[in-house]
């Protein structure tokens, strides 16, 4: 099929899904990307938000028997009763690994059995993020994966040198962090980023399961832990450069926790997993093994040093804010992030769960790492007081920018979709004649670009859509 074809027939599909699946209806612009628009449900009035952004037709999906995924958008209307989870009673820093492990299958329960469709889970309620179906990086029709970020050669093994691979990822929400995305998005034509309040409320739990867009004979050749492995269907594209999605499998390799822990200095603990198919667990989901946990980025600790390409992992004895698991014959090597800081296999090896998460505000006011704008890292080169910025130690609920600025407590997916409803809203997928105005001309031997439309004026890419 022509290349258009199948980008009009996976509109059409997504169109009719969305109004099969949740009495919803959504408008495309020309680059394949939902817009909004649609009619109103009998609850309330409001429309239901996109499911997903990228799939393919219905008769494929149809023919196949491919089950597709459904955004789990009923949000509590009111704060769920205060019982926190069993892990609250563990103290993460005498025990972290009980900690770490409590949390993973408090994530688990319900989740494995039904593939993460959370929609189908009987033991606890889950959510999504909406408004992570629009632009080129949004959710795809199979399991909601959006895309995430490159991968680089020697990232994850020595013999790794597939060199256009990409993470994508699908987080979620219990019913605590629920109630404060509902709040924010209870007008779904008008998100309110400051009924965020002071953020999410002690008990929130949000993680995120991380997937490679490898070849599965690649993956498993040039990265050994990906052996036995857990694939997924997905719509998506093993260069990430290129915007050609098609229907390919992607490997499981990260699990990222964060959970709101008053017990914790700032309000926050994260955790991590990577993936290690050589623990051969009778569950797979149990093949990823923790990385480590941090609460606070050790803010004095300057020294600039990164693992870029592993060969083993290089644990920083001197960080007292973050533990790193030392059992070499679970954890396979890995880049962890700045100077030993946490960060997973998938993730910038120059920053940490924490100084990422730090950046999460409407509007975004700083990139999420200095290394991803050019002005801001030369204002603020590695291990300078303006770089440490990153890495202090921003207490929960706090924008990383002030005055004018929200915080989204350090939930980048919400930074994000009220961007990006912003930016439709301003746009609505068209182009702007202004643009076309006193743009110099091409040399000869350039190429022409693609039309796009128009951006607002310095907003920074999240370029890590973390959860």
Known sequence: MHKKAILVAGLLFTTILVIAIACSDSKKNDTGTPTGGGSPT?????????????????????DSGYKVFRLSQDFPAELPEPKLPEFFNIDFKKDW??????????CFEGNTEVDFRVHENDIRSWYHMPWQHYGPNGREGFHGLTKEAPVQPQQLASGQNFATSGAWAVGFFNDVAGYTIGQ?????????AANMGSGFKNGAVLFKILFLSMPQTVAEQQVPFLQNGI??????????????????????????????????????VFGNFQYNGKMNKANKWENLVPVGLMWGQDPTNNTNQSNPKPTQTIINTKLVETIINPDTTELPPTHLGWNGRLNGPVDNPMSSCYS??????????????????????????????GWMRWFSNLKCGTPFDSPGYQSTDFCLQMAEAIQNFTTWKATEGGLFYKDYQNVPKAQANDKAPKAEPAKPAKVFPLDRRNI
């Open 42 to 62: 009998a609850t309330g009035g409001e429309q239901p938000f996109p499911d997903f952004g990228f799939m393919l037709t219905p008769q494929q999906v149809a």
């Open 97 to 106: 690994r009980k900690y770490l492990l409590a949390v993973q299958k408090y």
């Open 184 to 192: 924010v998005w209870k007008d779904h034509d008008n998100p309110v």
């Open 231 to 268: 694939w997924w269907d997905a719509y998506a594209t093993y260069n990430f450069n290129s915007s050609e999605r098609t229907h390919i499998k992607v490997a499981l390799i990260q699990m990222d926790i964060m959970v709101r822990d008053e017990r914790a200095p700032n309000g926050w």
């Open 356 to 385: 990422c998460h730090s950046t999460a505000e409407y509007p975004q006011g700083s990139p999420i790492s200095p290394l991803f704008d050019a002005d801001t890292l030369k204002a603020n080169p590695v291990g300078s007081p």
